[in-house]
């Protein structure tokens, strides 16, 4: 019988898993009120300005009804701004309000201690090749 823990998916999983729970209450513990996920949309509309809510939602894999909620919940929040496109009504042009752009800038440095902290006593070495391995996974399935 084959052992879960055997199975690299499941590794994979259980790794991200545990990761963003140990990132969450970290960042819970420092004060701020946003997910990570809700993080990871305002960094992908930071790094592209003209996203639409598809590919921000495949950006960082989500499906475009959870971005849509979340976008809506971060404007409610008043991180983002969201104006109907000038090109295509039926789109909408989502951008980073002030308070989004600060909250990014705040929240970076514990996100870095947070991957720092993940990562210890792992070589740069095998953070390539992890990174190498999982594209080729992705790679092989896309």
Known sequence: MENLNSIIFY?????IKSY?????????????????DQWLVLKAIE??????????????FK????????????????????ELHSAD???????LTE?????????QPYVNA??????QGISEGDIKIVQEVLSKITENVT
């Open 20 to 36: 963003r729970q140990f990132a969450q209450k970290r960042l819970k513990e420092a004060g701020f009120t946003i997910t990570i």
């Open 63 to 82: 499906d475009v009804a959870s971005i849509t909620r979340m976008i809506e919940l971060l404007v409610q929040k008043g991180y983002l701004s969201r």
């Open 47 to 60: 790094q592209d300005s003209l996203a639409s809510q598809q590919q921000i939602a495949a950006a960082v």
């Open 89 to 95: 009504r039926r789109r909408f042009k989502i951008t």
């Open 11 to 15: 590794t994979i999983d259980k790794s």
């Open 114 to 119: 947070n991957r720092k902290q993940a990562l």
């Open 99 to 107: 308070k989004g752009e600060d909250v990014i800038e705040k929240m």
